[in-house]
């Protein structure tokens, strides 16, 4: 009797913690950031104090792809930010912002943002977490108060839902909302183009793209610097000041008259998608652009970057070797890719309209 | 079945005492720990400020009234001669408009300390460490979101020197970057011959006076006229901050 009652004991004790422990482990799926082979490590880990998460992804992509985010509820961060055009604003210089206002800066593309220490043109956002803080309460973007976004979706019980898988409790605050969606902004990767594809054995250059490729090595590489297409510095390309707009760019954020008129260096991944181009999306095409750095640059400007100060020589013919290199820069894994784009359930709260 | 849950219940129950027996045990280290209530007179020529109302005069005869007055609080320490005692890292904002917000309630090592030394502002790691919480959260309206970085004191009112619309004036004084950085260490020596106490038990209720008059020429001379908004790092944000730290004293400790 006295061996049945042990054995019942351990059985029932072991049935118990088993249980506990399935309560306990309702944890979050942890996903690891890709680091493609060859490719520097990210300047800090933007997810060191976010752990990134299956949930808290999901989380913050429906976030990116939900319009009550604007005061009036027309404008998502995917109305700017299209999958579709590498998450640039397609063909356009300026985005659409709340009551028909405009931006003043051409959306930037959002891909391999892990290793982009400081966002936007001019630097001025530190850390990915506090970016959406920009576009969310400016008046000519979506023009909401971070108060009253938090209380529609707080409202919202699917949401209560995802907050809970993602972080634990179904509490929703400003720092959890502000987490996912680095989650799942941070998490855009681009590391498939033909040119990756190359790089790793896996495709071969047409002659012409071979060819662009040498020019682009001895005339882009030294600011577009590979694998990441930029190395994520400040520069003057020689563009004029913009007569109206007046956008001096870094020194707005430094304060430092050296640092009047640069602005980042864009990554030119799916460069052929991000049209039109530079800060204030003045150049069109591709063409454009490689006839700016070859005869159109400004180098009377005392900021000017010392690369630039005596244009580009580019042959007609390098030049349209040049572009078909850039053209291998187009990542259809990237820009197809469905863990990117709207969530099914968001149907009823997406943008209406593409402008 | 009545047998087994008679088996059961017990076996839970012991399992429970242990847990609670556990904690309790934790909870019998020997306290050496007092606490101390530090309170944030914020006030004009000795008179308490009062927001949306009183109408006030500057050193240089301009006048003013303000509708906000904040300012961060953060890295506390209370010092003697033979050692500090650093706080937990703690983020305050003092916020005139919230009573609750003027005082600060801390624990510390039994001892005897004569001064009190605090970080005006948000030291420059927190700000660049993402999105936060509590006093940091954006929320708040302390945060400038096209240019990351926390407003470290935000002054807001009207004054008939502006030459603004609607003669406002407003002071948002941040930037944490090199020589740009508005961060301010302040020690402020507690009354000779009144050091505060910390024992046992007690509580000892430490005064400090911020005097927003000192904000216009404290170190360095500025008129509203002339300056009347500032919102964003840079020279006159830095010269704002050295006179905002000049604000600060302590008036009073009383030991409970």
Known sequence: ?355 | MKFLLSVIVPLLLLLNINATCQIKGGLQAPIKFGTATIIFNNTVNKLPLVLNDSTYSNPFGEQYRLSKFKYYISGIRLLNSQKKWMLKPGYYLVNQSIDSSLKINIALQENSYDSIAFLLGVDSARNTSGAQKGALDPLNDMFWTWQSGYIMQKLEGTSPQSSIVNNKIEYHIGGYMGTNSVLQQLVLPFPSNSPVLIQRGSNCIININADVNCFWSGVVDISIKENPVCSAPGKLAKQLAVNFSNLFSVTSVINN
């Not at chain 1, 409790?169 to 400003?174: E, G, H, L, P, Y």
């Open chain 1, 1 to 355: 009797m006295k061996i049945n009652i042990t054995i019942f004991l351990i059985f029932i004790i072991t049935f118990t913690s088993a249980f506990i422990n399935r309560l306990q482990n309702r944890q979050p799926h942890y996903l690891k950031l890709v680091i493609p082979k060859g490719w520097p490590k990210p300047t800090r880990n933007i997810f060191a104090a976010n752990p990134l998460t299956e949930e808290g992804f999901q989380l913050g992509r429906k976030l990116f792809y939900d319009v009550r985010l604007s005061k009036d509820g027309s404008i998502a961060c995917a109305s700017c930010h299209q999958q579709f055009a590498a998450f640039t604003s397609f063909d356009h210089d300026f985005s659409h912002g709340f009551n028909n206002s405009f931006t003043t800066r051409n959306a930037p593309a959002l891909l391999n943002l892990a290793w982009m220490p400081a966002l936007h043109w001019d630097g001025g956002i530190n850390h990915i977490e506090v970016q959406p803080l920009a576009p969310l309460t400016a008046p000519n973007e979506m023009a909401e108060t971070l108060e009253n976004v938090l209380k529609k979706i707080g409202a919202d019980a699917n949401y209560k839902k995802l907050f809970k898988a993602a972080f634990g409790n179904s509490a929703i605050n400003s720092q959890r909302m502000l987490k996912a969606l680095a989650q799942f902004t941070g998490s855009i990767q681009s590391y498939n183009t033909r040119y990756d594809k190359v790089k790793r054995g896996e495709a071969t250059f047409t002659v012409s793209e071979q060819y662009g490729y040498k020019v682009f090595k001895a005339n882009c590489n030294a600011c577009h610097t590979e694998p990441l297409f930029t190395d994520n510095s400040f520069r003057n390309n020689g563009l004029t000041l913009h007569p109206t707009l007046m956008d001096l760019g870094r020194m707005k954020v430094t304060g430092e008259l050296a640092d009047s008129l640069k602005f980042k260096v864009p990554t030119l991944r799916n460069i052929a998608l991000t049209a039109p181009y530079m800060h204030d999306g003045r150049l069109y095409t591709l063409s454009q652009v490689v006839e700016h750095y070859r005869d159109k640059i400004n180098n009377n400007q005392p900021t000017i970057d010392s690369l630039l100060k005596n244009k580009i020589a580019i042959s007609n013919q390098q030049k349209v070797d040049l572009l078909s290199f850039l053209y291998t820069l187009t990542d259809e894994e990237m820009l197809h890719n469905k863990r990117y784009s709207a969530p099914a359930e968001n149907a009823d709260i997406l943008p209406q309209h593409v402008h």
